[in-house]
């Protein structure tokens, strides 16, 4: 093996941060219960990376994340910080009246309002709201996240009766959004605080209800695991307090703290109050006991301090946090055996080249996009790794890395990583040594992302999302992320382009064609048509909120999937299109394959319109229209008219 020093080469241009993978890995640091110690640190560091690299996008993003951990941990100095720099940038963005300045400013009330400032806290829900109900349509869930947050500041100004108004906004248009309310998280919190305020206001019956609903829905769900599980279980405790049942408070408060001690510590507020509240909860049962009474009898006479949570110290929405998994994903037993085997090998054989060869697990698979499960381990799945290197160096030692590779361990955490089926083998290989260009050549044809019109429109969208999902470990020469960005940086007018032309199926496949085809009785055709919406509808989600931030929609059994995890994050366009398509398709079924109802096919019809107005609407956000007009075919002038290439109008 030849020796040599690497020779300088032109730093790489900077590159926008690749969100998803940070938000995976917080979610994993979260999955692991090490919130507490990592997760600041962790976000700080990306943050700091965005900036770096320019990324406002970004930094967006993951200011918004802080102000939720901040306010979390009760740094709340730190969390009030973090909001007001977000809702700077969200001005120097031009993102004013838009979803996210919207969501900005809830997330900057909820700051304020934890930090003990509630006449601004006020002033900033009011100011979400007049732009919330702009920018978010009637059954957003965000808006109903507001109403939420509006109660918990109305409950610690006294104000009962109205944050009693707020939760039953709040839960009305959850119920009418959800997709399966007894299993719906959002709910489960909603009802929790639902019953603190009912009992405030001597309301017990409606308390009782709502404590039971809310603990069925978490424990139906199997959330046990998830962090706002300590919210219903804290609620059902005050619930069993002002009821006498001290002894059943006494544990579910105990159940409560740990959850909360676990995943996030005992140095802060929520670890404090619930804790106190043990101690009340114990002191009552003891002298229960002692006076020889049962455990259910007397009702407490304490008034009540609690106040409703949107969710037990979480920094996190509820359905960005998953439950622990009993078996990694395949990116964490990726990055575990890289680092516990591929960096010390390159380390000890390769010492002048390790600063120059990227690491990491890019392309096909589920474990790329995090979607793998016990499920996804029947083929094609292991522990295993990229090694890219740049055409030079793998002229030089990519024979012998790769069989440097292949001699590392065949077993790791008890997982084989021998591949199952012939796609995996030879020339299709998804783990081991590549040159860079030749890597992104099978996967898209192009040793770089195109630099035409004509090249970038002949690339589908699940090709891109295969270029460019998946988690970069470690790239200290920047060659392969420079390659790897290039990819997530389509131009805007083929985005525009491509909006178009989305724009166009879903009018001429759901407003146009799905009536049609059922007046001639063609289910099976109007089924067709119904898919084909539901393709362009998806893939125009993740064109507007932009692929350097939510990357490509990508293999189509994943669509739903990638769906539901952007519409999660902040900022992305659409976040309600995952639920509207969701009831599309319940209602096609019926009204294409059903008995006939005609209750289904007008239910079908008017959810494809409103989800239609939806999008107009958002394109007015976006600025990409000035009209209102709803059917969206003649939506694509307007969005055409911000197309500068003369090849690209012409389409």
């Known amino acids: 093996m030849t020796s040599r020093t690497p020779d300088a080469r032109p730093a790489a241009p900077p590159q926008p941060v690749d969100v998803a993978a940070v938000l995976r890995g917080l979610d994993a640091i979260f999955a692991a219960h090490d919130g507490p110690t990592r997760a600041a640190p962790y976000l700080q560091e990306a943050l700091a990376d965005a900036e770096r690299q320019g990324d406002d996008g970004a930094r967006l993003t993951l200011l918004n994340e802080l102000v939720g951990l901040y306010r979390s941990q009760s740094l709340h100095d730190d969390s009030v910080m973090a909001s007001r720099s977000a809702l700077t940038l969200v001005e120097s963005m031009g993102l004013t009246g838009t979803d996210a300045h919207a969501t900005t400013l809830i997330n900057a009330a909820t700051a304020m309002r934890a930090a003990g400032r509630p006449d601004d806290a006020r002033a900033l829900y009011s100011q979400a709201l007049s732009v919330a109900d702009a920018a978010f349509g009637p059954t957003d869930r965000r808006l109903a996240g507001l109403h939420n947050n509006l109660s918990i500041l109305c409950s610690e100004r006294q104000d009962h009766a109205q944050a009693l108004a707020e939760l039953r906004a709040a839960m009305s248009i959850l119920e009418a959004s959800s997709v399966d309310p007894e299993r719906d998280l959002d709910i489960a919190t909603t009802c929790t605080n639902l019953a603190l305020v009912s009992f405030t206001l001597g309301q017990h019956e409606d308390a009782a209800r709502y404590v039971d609903r809310s603990l069925a829905i978490y424990q139906d769900g199997g959330h046990e695991d998830d962090p706002h599980y300590a919210s219903a279980v804290a609620g059902h405790a005050e619930a069993c307090f002002r009821v006498g049942r001290y002894a059943d408070a006494v544990t579910m408060y105990r159940q409560a703290l740990a959850i909360i001690t676990e995943c996030y510590g005992a140095d802060n507020d929520y670890y404090a109050v619930t804790a106190e509240n043990l101690a009340e909860a114990e002191a009552e049962a003891a002298a229960a006991a002692a006076a020889g009474a049962a455990p259910g009898t007397g009702p407490s006479d304490r008034p009540s301090t609690a106040t409703p949570v949107t969710a037990a110290a979480a920094s996190r929405p509820a359905a960005a946090v998953p439950t622990t998994r009993t078996l990694d994903s395949g990116l964490d037993l990726a990055r575990a055996f890289w680092e516990e085997h591929g960096r010390p090998m390159l380390e000890s054989r390769y010492p002048a080249y390790s600063g120059r060869i990227a690491a990491g697990l890019v392309g096909h698979g589920s474990e790329c996009y995090g979607f793998d499960d016990a499920i996804s381990r029947d083929h094609d799945t292991g522990p295993g790794f990229c090694l890219w290197l740049t055409a030079e160096d793998h002229a030089e030692i990519g024979a012998a890395l790769q069989a440097d590779y292949d001699a590392l361990p065949r077993t790791f955490r008890g997982v084989d990583r021998t591949p199952t089926t012939p796609r995996a083998h030879g020339a299709g290989r998804r783990v081991g040594v590549f040159e860079i260009g030749a890597f992104y050549e099978q996967i898209t044809g192009y040793r770089q992302a195109p630099t035409t019109a004509h090249e970038w429109l002949m690339l589908d969208e699940a090709t891109l999302a295969a270029a460019t999902d998946g988690a970069v470990f470690a790239d200290p020469h920047g060659a392969f992320s420079a390659v790897r960005g290039s990819f997530t940086r389509m131009s805007r007018d083929v985005r525009w382009a491509l909006v178009s032309r989305r724009l166009g199926m879903i009018s001429q496949a759901g407003q146009y064609n799905v009536p049609r085809m059922l007046d001639r ?81 007008a239910r079908l019809e008017e959810r494809i319109e409103r989800l239609c107005a939806t999008i107009a609407a958002e394109l007015q956000a976006r600025g990409l229209s000035s009209s209102g007009e709803t059917f969206l075919e003649r939506q694509r002038e307007h969005v055409a008219a911000h197309i500068t290439d003369p090849w690209l109008k012409a389409l």
């Open 521 to 601: 009785g063609d289910g099976e055709a109007a089924w067709l048509s119904v898919g084909e919406l539901t393709r362009a509808v998806a893939s125009l989600v993740f064109l507007l909120t932009g692929p350097s931030s939510a990357g490509y929609l990508p293999y189509y059994k994943w669509h739903f999937a990638a769906l539901r995890r952007l519409s999660r994050r902040m900022g992305s366009s659409l976040p309600g299109a995952v639920d509207d398509l969701s009831e599309i398709l319940r209602l096609a079924s019926a009204a294409c394959f059903g008995p006939g109802s005609p209750d289904a096919r």
